[in-house]
């Protein structure tokens, strides 16, 4: 399984990770400063766990929306 990321507004891909494990999902996003996590108001997911765990941990600011 691989996770897709999404600009919402833009309708545009942003990229597509291979592999959705926890600590594959945890690494990419890291690339990226708090500053620049911390600008991230709204991460649309389904129910799978890690995509919730990992919004709540690493984007402070960002609401979950989950979409079944």
């Known amino acids: 399984m691989s996770c897709i990321l999404m600009d ?3 309708g545009k ?3 597509i ?3 959705r494990q926890k600590k594959k999902l945890e690494a990419y996003f890291q690339r990226y400063s708090l500053e620049k996590r911390s600008q991230v108001q709204l991460v649309v997911t389904d129910f799978y766990s890690p ?3 990992l ?3 690493l984007f402070p600011n960002a609401n979950v929306l989950i979409d079944r």
Do not use: R
Request: hydrophobic share 35%; proline share 0%; net charge negative.
């Open 55 to 57: 919004t709540k941990e």
């Open 13 to 15: 891909l942003v990229d």
């Open 17 to 19: 990770i291979e592999n």
């Open 8 to 10: 919402g507004e833009a």
């Open 51 to 53: 995509y919730i765990t």
